[in-house]
C-alpha cells in the first residue's frame, strides 16, 4: 500500500507530515510522490488565514475525481483546519487535528487496518516515534507545541491548543537521531518559541544545552513572541556557537493602538528597544518578521506608522500579510472596517517598500567571504546552493562542493535576492 501527503501551512505543518509519514512507514506502508499512485491521501492543512483554508478545500474538491475513480482510496484530512471544521469538510473520511496527534499511532494503524470508524479522538498520551528527516541536510525540531498568547486576530490557540514544552531528554534524543542521520542544521520550532519552559529549564537554557550537544550542526529557532524577549535570550544566541545570527521576531503593526487591539502585550517602542539589543551584542544579526495590514480600524496614518518602523529597522525579510478575519476568536467581534481594496493597496505599498530593503540587505554579502551550508543544488544550474548563518541563499559555482558541506564563499554578484558566490577570492 502507497499513501501521499500534501502539506499546507507552516514548518510545524512540514515537521508534522513528516511525523505521519514515518508511521505509516512503520506500518509497511511506501510514500509516493504521485497522488494517483496511493492508497491514502493525506492532506495536511492551515487555518490561519481565509485563503489558506480555500486553497486546502480547493484541493481536496480536486481529489474527489481520484476518488470516483477507486473508491477504496481513504482520505484524511489533518492540521488545522480538520481541527476547525472536522467533518463539516466535505469529501473525506477521517479528521484528525493537531489536538490529537498524541493518538496518531494509534489512529493511523486503524486506518491501515480499515478498521477506524470514529472521526474525532480524546487526547490521552502516547509516545510518537522520531520522524525520519526527509533525508536532507535540514530539518525542523519542535520544542514546544500550541500556544497560550490569544493574539486578538489569531486562530492558532484554538486549534492547536494549549503551549506544552517538550523534555529536554526528549528533544536532545531527536536531536542526536538527526545528527546521526547526517542533518546539518536543526531549526527548533514552537508558535511562540522563545516561552518555553520545562521545569526549571528556560529557551536560553535550553539554547545552552542543545550547543553542547549541536557538534557541529547550525541551530536556528522559531517564532519568536516580543513579549517573550530577554537579556539572557540574547546572550545565549551569543555565547552559543551553534546558534546562528538570525531571528524572526513578528512586530505584526507599527501603531501602539493597534497593537494593543492585537493584544499584542508590546510597544513599537518595547520592539525598538529589543531590536537595539540584538544588534548590539549579536553583530551581524539577520532580522526577520511578520507584518499585518487591515486590520480592523487601521486607518492611512496607523498604516504609516508601520511603514515608519519598517523603514526604521530595516528588517532582511518580512512575510506580509493582509488581515482576515477568522470566526471564534477576539477581533472577529470587531467589524472587518478596512475595505478589501484598502487592504490590497496597503499590502503593494509594504510589499514595495520591504522588497527593496530586502535587495539592499542581500548586497551586503557582495564582496565579502561568508561560510555557506551547502543545502542542495540549484534546479536551474544544478549548482550547489546553500545558506549564511544569516540566512541568506547563495549559489557556489563549483561543482564539487558537496551537500552537507560547510565552504567559505567569496559572494561576487546578486542575481535577484540570491548571492553568487566562488571559493576563492579571484585576484585582481
Ligand atoms: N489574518 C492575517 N494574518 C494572520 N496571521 C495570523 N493570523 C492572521 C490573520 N487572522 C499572520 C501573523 C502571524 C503569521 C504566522 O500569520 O502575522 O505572525
Ligand atoms: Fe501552522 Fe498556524 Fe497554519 Fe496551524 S494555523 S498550520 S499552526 S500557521
Not at 490521552?124 to 530539518?139: M, S
Not at 508601520?306 to 467589524?335: C, H, N, Q, W
Not at 564539487?400 to 585582481?428: D, Q
Request: with cysteine; glycine share 8%; net charge neutral.
Amino acid at each position: 500500500m502507497k499513501f501521499h501527503i500534501i502539506t499546507y501551512g507552516c514548518q510545524m505543518n512540514v515537521y508534522d507530515s513528516r511525523m505521519v509519514a514515518s508511521l505509516f512507514e512503520m506500518d509497511g506502508l511506501e510514500e509516493t510522490d504521485n497522488p494517483e499512485d496511493a492508497d491514502i491521501i493525506i492532506v495536511n492543512t492551515c487555518s490561519v488565514r481565509e485563503h489558506a483554508e480555500r486553497r486546502a478545500l480547493g484541493r481536496i474538491s480536486s481529489l474527489q475525481k481520484l476518488r470516483r475513480e477507486k473508491p477504496e482510496l481513504v482520505l484524511v484530512v489533518i492540521g488545522c483546519m480538520a481541527e476547525r471544521l472536522g467533518d463539516k469538510i466535505p469529501g473525506a473520511d477521517f479528521f484528525i487535528g493537531p489536538r490529537k496527534y498524541d493518538r496518531l499511532p494509534e489512529i493511523i494503524k486503524k486506518i491501515v487496518k480499515g478498521k477506524c470508524q470514529i472521526s474525532n479522538f480524546q487526547f490521552p498520551k502516547e509516545c510518537i516515534p522520531y520522524p525520519n528527516p526527509d533525508g536532507g541536510v535540514t530539518a525542523f525540531l519542535p520544542v514546544m507545541r500550541g500556544c497560550n498568547n490569544f493574539c486578538s486576530y489569531c486562530i492558532v490557540p484554538y486549534v492547536r491548543g494549549n503551549a506544552v514544552s517538550r523534555n529536554p531528554d526528549d528533544i536532545l534524543g531527536e536531536l542526536r537521531y538527526l545528527r546521526e542521520r547526517g542533518v546539518k542544521e536543526i531549526t527548533l520550532l514552537g508558535q511562540s518559541v522563545n516561552e518555553y519552559n520545562f521545569g526549571e529549564i528556560s529557551f536560553p537554557e535550553l539554547l545552552r544545552i542543545i550547543d553542547r550537544e549541536a557538534l557541529g550542526i547550525r541551530i536556528r529557532f522559531l517564532t519568536s513572541h516580543p513579549a517573550y524577549m530577554s537579556d539572557d535570550l540574547i546572550d545565549a544566541i551569543a555565547e552559543c556557537d551553534s546558534v546562528c545570527e538570525n531571528i524572526h521576531l513578528p512586530i505584526q503593526s507599527g501603531s501602539d493602538r493597534i497593537l494593543k487591539l492585537m493584544e499584542r502585550r508590546y510597544t513599537v517602542d518595547g520592539y525598538r528597544h529589543w531590536i537595539q539589543r540584538l544588534r548590539k551584542r549579536i553583530k551581524g544579526i539577520a532580522l526577520t518578521t511578520d507584518i499585518m495590514v487591515g486590520f480592523p480600524t487601521e486607518t492611512e496614518e496607523n498604516f504609516e506608522e508601520t511603514l515608519k518602523i519598517v523603514r526604521e529597522v530595516r528588517f532582511d525579510f518580512a512575510y506580509m500579510f493582509m488581515y482576515s478575519e477568522r470566526k471564534g476568536t477576539k477581533a472577529a467581534l470587531f467589524p472587518d472596517d478596512v475595505l478589501l481594496g484598502v487592504k490590497k493597496e496597503r499590502l503593494e505599498r509594504l510589499i514595495e517598500l520591504q522588497n527593496g530593503i530586502t535587495r539592499e540587505k542581500n548586497e551586503e554579502l557582495l564582496g565579502r567571504e561568508i561560510e555557506i551550508l551547502i543545502e542542495r543544488k540549484s534546479r536551474r544550474d544544478n549548482l550547489p546552493i546553500g545558506k549564511t548563518r544569516t540566512g541568506k541563499e547563495v549559489i557556489v559555482k563549483m561543482q564539487n562542493a558537496k551537500t552537507g558541506e560547510y565552504v567559505n564563499v567569496y559572494v561576487e554578484s546578486i542575481s535577484g535576492w540570491t548571492g553568487i558566490g566562488r571559493t576563492h577570492k579571484r585576484e585582481k
